[in-house]
């Protein structure tokens, strides 16, 4: 009888969250927040993860900026293990620099990559899926994504296309697209064989190196040499001068749009459609409608010391004060002790451009 691999969860937490502005900061980022609950979003995380794996095979690829904060927010976490990019390189260079470092101490892992900032409402049924995964992932060299059943046809999010099931859950992948226009979207939510992209991966180490080294190649090489010196006193040197020549690219660019034109049935990438109640919060909109979908006689989502509401419906706030909300709609309002933000649901989606202008003034006491 084989060998039952070991999982080993890769957390991807390098973002810097502009769109939370002004609660997210460069050393505050979004993942470290609590916007969902007392444990904050890369806590959450690893808590629904810690029942199939062991705390000593986590890994986390952040950035300097964040890494010692969320060491301490991990603390049963290896530190070493928690490994902050010189320079930011997308998501390919991230998964490929931990699948290098993994496969050098276990040959036979199965990693799975998962964003920090995910919402899960159902923590039994993702853990049940995350298993069905792993078991596919280690047979041959399949590669498994988490498919969403999509609601509307969202033009933020990544789709794929299955095709026929080559067993219970398990679908094959007929293609990738990347956030389409709007017409194209509804497109693909009508047809019905079209899920949302997760962003939550499965694969053994071995299955993505390979991949890695056929269609990113030079990549590959210099994740190798950076992999290789891990636990030396060069690595640092070596991570900080190879890291940044690597290519800037997402893993669904990279590795999964090329392999899944190898066609269904050949590519060896599956979808396994989630049913475990998943929100990627991605704006203060999205976080609005997270608060108030369990219970629609909530008119406002309003954090504050206390509050009064009158004639106002649908708006966000978030303040320290004493809040009166008075015939106003669909407002969002985030208070901070330096800063105030003032927008509506609808323009939420427009928060990171405070944040890119705010770099262009050096205002570095604000972002």
């Not at 026929?164 to 047809?191: G, H, I, M, S, Y």
């Not at 070596?238 to 690597?246: K, N």
């Not at 939420?348 to 405070?354: C, E, F, L, Y």
Request: hydrophobic share 40%; aromatic share 8%; glycine share 6%.
């Amino acid at each position: 009888m084989a060998k039952k691999p070991n999982f080993y969860p890769v957390i991807l937490a390098g973002g810097r969250g502009t769109r939370f502005w002004p609660l997210s900061r460069r050393k505050r980022a979004k993942q470290m927040l609590a916007l969902d609950g007392d444990r904050t979003m890369i806590q959450q995380t690893v808590d629904r993860l810690l029942p199939l794996a062991d705390s000593k095979r986590f890994w986390i690829v952040t950035n300097g900026d964040l890494r010692d904060g969320i060491a301490r927010q991990l603390p049963k976490l290896p530190k070493k293990q928690i490994i902050a990019e010189p320079a930011g390189r997308n998501t390919a260079p991230a998964i490929g620099l931990a699948a290098f470092l993994i496969q050098r101490q276990d040959p036979d892992a199965v990693i799975g990559l998962f964003p920090s900032d995910h919402v899960i409402a159902d923590e039994k049924e993702f853990r049940r899926v995350i298993k069905k995964a792993v078991a596919i992932a280690a047979e041959n060299e399949s590669m498994v994504v988490m498919g969403i059943q999509p609601h509307r046809a969202e033009t933020g999010y990544g789709y794929i296309e299955a095709g026929t099931a080559a067993e219970p859950e398990k679908l094959n992948v007929r293609r990738f697209t990347e956030k389409p226009d709007a017409d194209t979207a509804q497109r693909f939510v009508a047809a019905g064989n079209f899920y949302w992209n997760s962003g939550m991966f499965i694969w053994s180490a071995r299955t993505l190196a390979d991949a890695l080294r056929e269609h990113l190649p030079k990549t590959a090489s210099l994740l190798e040499q950076i992999a290789a010196s891990y636990g030396t006193a060069e690595f640092e040197a070596t991570f900080a001068e190879l890291y940044p020549q690597c290519e800037n690219i997402s893993v669904d660019y990279a590795l999964l749009e090329p392999r899944s034109a190898k066609g269904p049935g050949k590519s060896g990438i599956y979808c396994i459609p989630a049913t475990f109640g998943w929100n990627d919060l991605g704006s203060w909109t999205a976080l609005y409608e997270h608060r108030t979908a369990n219970d629609e006689t909530l008119p406002n989502s309003i954090s504050a010391d206390s509050k009064f509401e009158l004639d106002a419906s649908g708006n966000f706030v978030h303040s320290k004060k004493f809040v009166a909300l008075v015939g106003v709609s669909n407002l969002v309002v985030v208070e901070t002790d330096d800063a105030l933000l003032i927008t509506t649901r609808e323009r939420a989606q427009d928060v990171g451009k405070v944040v890119a202008h705010l770099d262009q003034q050096d205002r570095h006491d604000l972002v």
